[in-house]
């Protein structure tokens, strides 16, 4: 479901009160005049980092929502990150909005397309620690990723054992700054990587291809992950 329709009726807001202490009295006015498909990264980059915290509130936001996603999805903002407007779509409580459904669909595009391509803008790293922030059940994108149906999606795993996953007196920790340690995606995260699932779906990529240049990147992923 394309996330413009879903969310055309949410209406414009009348005005876009920030902390005046932060955001200036009229700023807030160029956002509400021009069609929301028209703002630009540059436009919203201000707004997406300041929202919900001294810049309007999860109304407001949900009427941003198609436009921010789809300019944090393209990692078009150079601030703020992609996970930042991912967490705070969270904390507007977006599971509780009509258009949720369509969120879902949109999630699980995102998600797709990451894996799809590689090298890729944004990496698996940056794509899961922002799904993760949004607050979904992470299993249905974990199960995506362990079909392992792509060298891309390989790769990706590579990748992201190498680099992002980290451990520490013996314990695996997620290296990506913005991921809540004590939330529910983390915890599903980690006991996708560390509790078998992940080393299951290895040892079936194994089994299916001769590619010995995946085959060399199989063996490598095998080697940092713990079999449950």
């Known amino acids: ?13 009348a005005e876009l009160h920030g902390c005046p202490c932060c955001v200036a009295a009229d700023e807030g006015r160029p956002l509400l ?76 595009a995102y998600w797709t397309r990451t894996l799809a391509s ?6 698996a790293d940056t794509a899961l620690c922002a799904l993760g922030g949004a607050g979904p059940d992470m299993e249905p994108f974990l199960d995506e990723w362990g079909r392992l149906t792509s060298e891309q999606a390989i790769r990706h795993l590579h990748e992201f054992v190498s680099l992002d996953m980290v451990w520490r007196h013996g314990r695996p920790r997620l290296g990506n700054a913005f991921w809540d340690t004590s939330s529910r995606a983390y915890r599903q995260v980690i006991a996708w990587l560390t509790g078998g699932p992940a080393a299951e779906a290895v040892d079936a990529a194994f089994a299916r291809t001769e590619d010995e240049a995946v085959l060399r990147l199989l063996a490598e992923i095998d080697s940092r992950l713990i079999h449950g």
């Not at 479901?1 to 807001?13: I, K, N, Q, T």
């Not at 599971?95 to 459904?101: A, G």
């Not at 590689?118 to 990496?123: E, I, K, L, T, V």
């Open 1 to 13: 479901m394309d996330l413009y329709a879903a969310f055309a009726d949410v209406p414009r807001p």
């Open 33 to 108: 005049a021009a069609p929301l498909r028209d703002l630009t990264a540059e436009d919203l980059a201000r707004y997406a980092a300041k929202a919900l915290n001294t810049w309007g509130g999860p109304q407001e936001f949900r009427y941003f929502t198609p436009r921010l996603l789809e300019l944090a999805a393209d990692d078009a903002f150079g601030w703020p990150d992609a996970e930042i407007v991912f967490i705070k779509l969270g904390e507007a409580g977006w599971r509780d909005w009509p258009q949720r459904d369509a969120i879902v669909d949109f999630l699980h």
């Open 118 to 123: 590689f090298p890729g803008c944004p990496s």
